[in-house]
């Protein structure tokens, strides 16, 4: 159980076009959903934190407006990178946990973004 | 601020040789640790995690994790490694903020294997 699914795996978008990446909660409902981002040989850096049916809240440093979020159901959590640039390209990957095991993190597969 | 800390950035051992990685945790309270693994371009695996109780943590693939309050650490340990270990490792804490629980992950010990 506790299974997250991560789409697109891969994307290439021209510089300027938008970019969206689903997380699902494949067997759970997950009130909270989080964004990562990940640079080469790096760590994981937390991006904004997903609430369904309420705004996201992003860590100091991220453009809201550049990476819009949105958690409409409590299975499915969207990142949209928006005007993208070269400088966006990065892996994104989200997590989920399960509602009452807020302490249990599964993470999506991840998702490999080049802006071109 | 809580915070996690991995000093070794990159480790190198043999094939059947002891592993230890080291993780340092800053956070007031009684901490949620986390150990994760990263193969290239994958998303993140869980080893295993610590709560409460036992502060010998078993976890999957045959690691093994100590929480160690008077040293506010949490190692991560592996008698025999295999080749296939070969990957990034990430120690992380949860904290709350903002009322909402956070993973937060330490910069991650990149552990290769020699045959």
Not at chain 2, 68 to 79: D, Y
Request: include cysteine.
């Amino acid at each position: 159980g506790a299974v997250v699914s991560q789409h697109p795996s891969r994307v290439i978008c021209k510089s300027g076009t938008s970019v969206k990446i689903e997380c699902r909660s494949l067997d759970f409902q997950a009130t909270t959903m989080f964004w990562y981002r990940q640079f080469p040989k790096q760590s994981l850096m937390l991006m904004a934190t997903s609430n369904e049916g309420s705004k996201a809240t992003y860590e100091q440093g991220v453009e809201k407006d550049k990476f819009l979020i949105n958690h409409a159901s409590l299975t499915l959590s969207t990142l949209t990178v928006t005007s993208a640039h070269p400088e966006d390209s990065s892996f994104y990957i989200c997590s989920a946990s399960p509602r009452g095991r807020e302490k249990g993190y599964t993470f999506g597969s991840g998702t490999r973004l080049t802006v071109v | 601020a809580q915070s996690v800390t991995q000093p070794d950035i990159h480790i190198t051992v043999s094939e059947g040789a002891s592993l230890e990685l080291r993780c340092n945790y800053s956070y007031g309270a009684t901490p949620y640790l986390f150990w994760y693994v990263q193969s290239p371009g994958q998303g993140l695996q869980l080893l295993l995690k610590y709560f409460s109780g036992d502060t010998l943590v078993q976890g999957i693939k045959g690691f093994e994790a100590e929480f160690k309050r008077s040293q506010s650490s949490f190692n991560l340990r592996k008698p025999s490694v295999h080749w296939s270990d070969a990957a990034e490792y990430f120690c992380a804490v949860v904290t709350i903020s903002g009322g909402y629980n956070k993973l937060i992950f330490g910069a991650g010990t990149r552990l290769a294997v020699h045959p």
